[in-house]
């Protein structure tokens, strides 16, 4: 029974930071791949940042050097650092993981003010 649970989203004025965590059951984080999907309205669902279970990051280009993605093995949880953001961050947060097989949280809402 695998769940993620995001928490951490909410308003921020630009140029302000958010960090968003996401607790997991029923899954190994050492074996996982996990990361953070986002989705602006009308655009589609994007991937964010991912971490392996080696812990290799990857970034998608837009938050390179503004966000860093983080894992915690013994709380099972993964988060996103969110600095410098901007109004086009605005977005659901969603956290995921592929073990054992592709799974997404609910969403958490960023709202990042002008």
């Not at 086009?88 to 073990?99: F, G, K, R």
Request: glycine share 12%; charged share 15%.
């Amino acid at each position: 029974q695998v769940q993620l649970v995001e928490s951490g989203g909410g308003l921020v004025q630009a140029g302000g930071s958010l960090r968003l965590s996401c607790a997991a059951s029923g899954i190994i984080v050492s074996l996982s791949t996990m990361g953070w999907y986002r989705q602006a309205p009308g655009k589609q669902r994007e991937l964010v940042a991912v971490v392996t279970g080696g812990g290799t990051t990857n970034y998608a280009d837009s938050v390179k050097g503004r966000f860093t993605i983080s894992r915690d093995k013994a709380k099972k949880s993964v988060y996103l650092q969110m600095n410098s953001l901007k109004p086009e961050d605005t977005a659901i947060y969603y956290c995921y993981v592929n073990l054992p097989f592709d799974t997404w949280g609910q969403g958490t809402l960023v709202t990042v003010s002008s």
